[in-house]
T-cell receptor, first 115, second 111 residues
């Protein structure tokens, strides 16, 4: 099993550009999450999904959108990129909801810089 | 505001030393996670606790619900244990809005 895969690994965007961060898991997990990690700060939840077709906002959703058309894929869309979105983005999945004790499996991360 | 505090922020120790990393939180929780972030950036879930103690190899995690405190211990530390260790909690009554993460403890084990 590949686990959780993310593409791209690195990306530089100009202000106002848009892009999609891809996330795929092959563990048949219902729960998937997008986090951002800023230097010196804890991970913050952007969006999460409890199954195909169901998504909900986390702590910091502004400037992002998600979709979940299949169990495997959970892409994160950045519209009109801003310098404040410079961060490392992690996708994760779990069999049980993390809040109920489900261990999360993390992707390798995408380092995004907006200039 | 519900917060998660970790201490120390940075810790440098010699190989073989017993390591303790602490996590405290402000209100009641339903679950606490310990994660390890490797120097290359990858994150691995180590433990999930709601009470008591768990052990996996040289790693031990404990939680005291009454004192709102958890510790992660590493016995016989090794340079490969060098990483950032992250505590994350689900606050009780927090609904489905996920975990709150500490800022992490940066551990360096010198040979």
């Amino acid at each position: 099993n590949a686990g959780v895969t993310q593409t791209p690994k690195f990306r530089i965007l100009k202000i106002g550009q848009s892009m999609t961060l891809q996330c795929t898991q092959d563990m048949n997990h219902n729960y998937m999450y997008w986090y951002r990690q800023d230097p010196g700060m804890g991970l913050k939840l952007i969006y999460y999904s409890v199954g195909a077709g169901i998504t909900d906002k986390g702590e910091v959703p502004n400037g992002y959108n998600v979709s979940r058309s299949t169990t495997e894929d959970f892409p994160l869309r950045l519209e009109l990129a801003a310098p404040s979105q410079t961060s490392v983005y992690f996708c994760a999945s779990s069999y049980r909801f993390a809040a109920s004790g489900g261990h999360q499996f993390f992707g390798p991360g995408t380092r995004l810089t907006v200039l | 505001k519900n917060e998660v505090e970790q201490s120390p922020q940075n810790l440098t120790a010699q190989e073989g030393e017993f390591i303790t990393i602490n996590c405290s939180y402000s209100v009641g929780i339903s679950a606490l996670h310990w994660l390890q972030q490797h120097p290359g950036g990858g994150i691995v879930s180590l433990f999930m606790l709601s009470s008591g103690k768990k052990k996996h190899g040289r790693l031990i995690a404990t939680i005291n619900i009454q004192e709102k405190h958890s510790s992660l211990h590493i016995t016989a530390s090794h340079p490969r244990d060098s990483a950032v260790y992250i505590c994350a909690v689900q606050f009780s009554g927090g609904g489905a809005d996920g975990l709150t993460f500490g800022k992490g403890t940066h551990l360096i084990i010198q040979p």
